[in-house]
């Protein structure tokens, strides 16, 4: 059964930074499709990076420039470097595997404030 960790979020001001790591136990990252989801208060879960096995990346418009998602598959572990932050940046983030839809872990929540 896969259960899935994140964590590194925080607060901080716009123009800040945050990393945030997310590991999975009970199966491999490295032949799985990875994803960041947040989700803001009173808005529906969305997919803001996604990285594929091969190290291929996407992002969402709203973040294009100044996220960055990374794996690292000898630590089955993925990231998400937050540059640039804006208050709409703020909502709880989530990882999951994008084609299989494990189940969420908690999340780690995100503040920015202005």
């Known amino acids: 059964q896969v259960q899935l960790v994140e964590s590194g979020g925080g607060w901080v001001q716009a123009g800040g930074s945050l990393r945030l790591s997310c590991a999975a136990s009970?199966?491999?990252?490295?032949?799985?499709?990875m994803g960041w989801y947040r989700q803001a208060p009173g808005k529906q879960r969305e997919l803001v990076a996604a990285?594929?096995?091969?190290?291929?990346?996407d992002y969402a418009n709203s973040v294009k420039g100044r996220f960055t998602i990374s794996r690292d598959d000898a630590e089955n572990a993925v990231y998400l470097q937050m540059n640039s932050l804006k208050p709409e940046d703020t909502g709880v983030y989530y990882c999951?595997?994008?084609?299989?839809?494990?189940?969420w872990g908690q999340g780690t929540q995100v503040t920015v404030s202005s």
């Open positions: 990285i594929a096995s091969g190290g291929g990346t």
């Open positions: 009970g199966s491999i990252f490295s032949i799985n499709t």
């Open positions: 999951n595997n994008i084609l299989r839809g494990w189940p």
